[in-house]
């Protein structure tokens, strides 16, 4: 039997579109076995999502267990305040050894935000660089994506992403080794953030040739670029595809080396579920796997994320305890920023009542005793010129910004959004209720105001900071290499006995 205070193992992909996954679509030729098994013997979640699709936002939500604007997670130059409460504090409190190996896209000096240790440093900036412009709305911002990433995909033998993700995965597995040397006693939540599959869209031959040109299919829905939203329109200029034509081929190519991603993410999901074999841990450690955001990988015209359609929105979600949890598929809405009260759940603590959340705890989803049907979201960054919510609830999804036509779409009956039914006289009372609501929760002028206000800010910070010495906030991981290997202060006998496991 599993001990009473389980490990925690969470594995983050970013950018996975939960659509396309064969945890989700049987006709997905995307192959990925090793989470194919955790879905199988876990608590599967086919209904869950970000509460922004952008990195940061959405990561800041999720470690937080808040909505982005209580925490001004406006954008991927937005600073995370150091005095807000994660996850890793929580299980911290709880005498968990925290630590983080890969990306969080963490924004301002605080690089740790609970985790004890950090074990990489980030692939993205810590800096104001990528801030928004709402001064400026139709200036499109020259960091920001373009279509070099479909227009160039295909193989490689080696990119700055797989730099990241193979040290990522290497210091986890050393961070395992290390714990069932070290601190066996001790409970531990070690999260694993990789990059992939997020664009550039390439990949190693060994992944690419996973697929066949003929099993890739093209995407589903295509939109004329003038019968998109408005938000979708404003989208496809950031991205610099309006008035474009994206050749066939370089979509298939995309999408191919996306899937490719997508199985080198599984392979990596293989080596740390062997090496908690290896160590002795995989019974007592609860494994969750899920993601930041999707992408839209040619639907509808779009790419990327930034837009609450399910590719960009929604995000696998596997809880893997099987001596705690019976297998089951769970159909209820739910999102990642429903994870900070359940990991505390799971550790056995209880959340402070005096501190602000929004999230709540999937525990009685993992029981099977109900639970919640509803997820909210907000986003404020690249394409907006006024905040852009969302309300998830049972069978449909709303969409509203002060500045365009609201969108109300079944996901029951149009699991493409291809009918947009926030005019339909049938649904005249639903769209007032929905209104009505986002009127309750948000105050859109005071947010609009605070939204540019940071911008503002963060625009004439980052300016001054880039005068004179740089002093980056980038976290810089210490290695102290006097404790390595072997050094003449330490007894060598007795230095390969603790390094050896199991011990002889």
Not at 142 to 159: D, E, F, I, K, P
Not at 300 to 310: A, D, I, T, V
Not at 455 to 460: D, E, I, L, T, V
């Amino acid at each position: 039997m599993p001990t009473s205070t389980p490990h925690i193992l969470f594995i983050m992909a970013d950018q996975m579109a939960a659509p396309l996954l064969p945890l989700h679509d049987s006709r997905s030729p995307i192959r990925m076995p090793h989470l194919a098994r955790l879905a199988a013997e876990g608590v599967q979640f086919d209904s869950a999502y970000c509460n922004s699709p952008l990195c940061a936002p959405s990561r800041f939500a999720l470690v937080s267990g808040q909505l982005p604007s209580k925490i001004g997670a406006y954008d991927n130059a937005a600073e995370f305040p150091a005095d807000v409460p994660t996850y890793a504090h929580y299980l911290r409190r709880l005498g968990y050894r925290t630590a983080l190996s890969g990306k969080m896209h963490f924004c301002g000096p605080d690089q740790l935000h609970g985790y004890e240790e950090r074990l990489t440093s980030d692939i993205y900036p810590a800096d104001y660089g990528w801030a928004v412009n709402w001064d400026a709305p139709d200036v499109r911002p020259s960091w920001y994506h373009n279509m070099s990433s479909v227009l160039q995909a295909g193989t490689c033998v080696r990119t700055n992403q797989l730099d990241f993700d193979e040290e990522v995965v290497f210091r986890a597995e050393q961070y395992l080794y290390d714990h069932v040397r070290n601190t066996p006693d001790k409970p531990f939540c070690l999260t694993v953030s990789m990059t992939h599959p997020h664009d550039p869209y390439t990949i190693p031959e060994k992944y690419w040739n996973l697929y066949r040109e003929e099993d890739i299919p093209m995407p589903r829905v295509d939109i004329p670029q003038d019968a998109q939203d408005p938000h979708a329109q404003r989208l496809l200029k950031v991205i610099d595809l309006w008035g474009k034509p994206m050749p066939e081929e370089a979509i298939r190519c995309a999408r191919r080396a996306y899937f490719g991603a997508c199985s080198y993410i599984d392979h990596n999901i293989g080596r740390l579920l062997q090496t908690l074999q290896d160590c002795g841990l995989a019974k007592d450690t609860i494994v969750v796997f899920s993601g930041d955001h999707g992408d839209m990988l040619g639907e509808r015209g779009l790419w990327y994320k930034m837009h609450w359609f399910e590719g960009a929105a929604r995000v696998p979600m596997v809880v893997h305890a099987p001596g705690r949890f019976a297998p089951r598929r769970v159909a209820s809405s739910v999102s990642t920023i429903d994870l900070l009260p359940t990991f505390v759940a799971l550790a056995g603590g209880s959340l402070d009542g005096g501190l602000p959340l929004d999230g709540r705890s999937l525990l009685p989803h993992l029981q099977g005793s109900g639970g919640h049907d509803e997820v909210i979201g907000e986003y404020m960054a690249e394409g907006t010129n006024a905040p852009l919510v969302m309300i998830r609830r049972g069978r449909f999804k709303f969409i509203y910004s002060p500045k365009d036509p609201s969108l109300l779409f079944d996901l029951q009956a149009d699991p493409d959004e291809l009918h947009n039914l926030a005019q339909a006289p049938e649904h005249r009372a639903l769209v007032a209720s929905l209104l009505e609501e986002v009127g309750r929760r948000w105050d859109m002028p005071a947010l609009h105001a605070q939204v540019l206000a940071s911008q503002r800010r963060r625009r004439f910070v980052y300016d001054a900071l880039t005068q004179g010495t740089l002093k980056s906030w980038d976290h810089q991981p210490m290695v102290d290499a006097s404790q390595q290997y072997m050094r003449n202060h330490i007894d060598l006998d007795d230095l390969e006995r603790r390094a050896r496991f199991p011990r002889p």
